[in-house]
């Protein structure tokens, strides 16, 4: 529900606006989840403290993401709830993964510690329907180190990848 | 269980009538669709009669009520899931919510503090059955 609630409202107005200027932005503002190529899409959750500065220099430094991620800004990790990547995965994502800052340094102390533990139970409740827990991730960075971000949304991309689509209800 | 020291003090500030045997106060009802585990009654239980366990039956997201936010959770786990959920989990240290509270009546004392406490309103506090006899007593 809130994936859909961070990304629709993004497209959707955007679609709308630029639609007189450019009609391949009305194209891709039409539909609201998966714009994309169309294979896959990867959901990043970044704090806004490390992750998200770490994806900002890779994209002053040229380095190329695979076009499968997007990326939503969190203020910390601490703010990533099980709904929030359950709901990603409900609405249209094949995976998600939260990226926060390395162990003890989190800005607000222990928030990066709880996301761990929130994906670790997020992993144990997709395990007990049978869905692969790798399609949720952790991963830890400082915001000083773009070419961990790229590796890690590029390992993320391989191995959603190789998982069978997700069959959806 | 035995008394805590909170839970002998509550039964000392009752009329000695009322806190002989178990019924000394309310009759607790709980809404386990409204809980969400935060294990908050558990804190606040004087007798133990409240624990908060370290597993979580998945089952329970899927019968929550559709607007709450546990509803949204089983909904959303329902949408992606391959086969009926049939395990319990266990829970990582730092998830405070997402528990089982495992509730004993024999243990409880009616005191109410964990209706009192509760952030969901998941408990509620009715006034106590048993005491009949004394109260048609002491108003004649």
Known sequence: ???????????????????????????????????????????????SECAYAAADAAANARASL????????????????????????????????????????????????QAIDRVAFVQRLLESVGVEPERVRMFTMSAGDPPRFVAAVREMDRVIGSLPPLGRA | MPLT????????????????????????????????????????????????????????????????????????LQRIARHAPARVIAVPERVTVFRTIFYDEEECLGCGACARNCPVEAIEARPAVVPAAPAAESTS
Do not use: W
């Open chain 1, 66 to 113: 695979p076009p499968t991620v997007r990326l939503v800004l969190m203020p910390c990790t601490g703010r990533v709830s099980p709904l929030h990547l359950l709901s990603a995965l409900a609405d249209g994502a094949d995976g998600a993964m939260v990226a926060g800052c390395l162990e003890g340094q989190c800005h607000y102390r222990e928030g990066n510690f």
């Open chain 1, 1 to 47: 529900m809130s994936g859909a609630r961070v990304e629709a409202p993004a497209a959707k107005p955007a679609g709308a606006k630029n639609s007189a200027a450019k009609p391949g932005a009305a194209k891709r503002g039409g539909k609201a989840v998966t714009p994309n190529t169309g294979e896959r899409t990867i959901v990043a959750f970044c704090c």
């Open chain 2, 5 to 76: 020291h909170r839970g002998r003090e509550i039964v000392g500030r009752l009329p000695h009538d009322v806190a002989i045997g178990r019924g000394i106060g309310c009759e607790i009802v709980r809404h386990e669709e409204l809980c969400v585990g935060c294990g908050t009654c558990a804190k606040n239980c004087p007798s133990g009669a409240s624990r908060r366990g370290d597993t979580f039956d998945v089952n329970q997201l899927l019968s929550a009520p559709a607007d709450s936010r546990r509803g949204a959770l089983g909904a959303a």
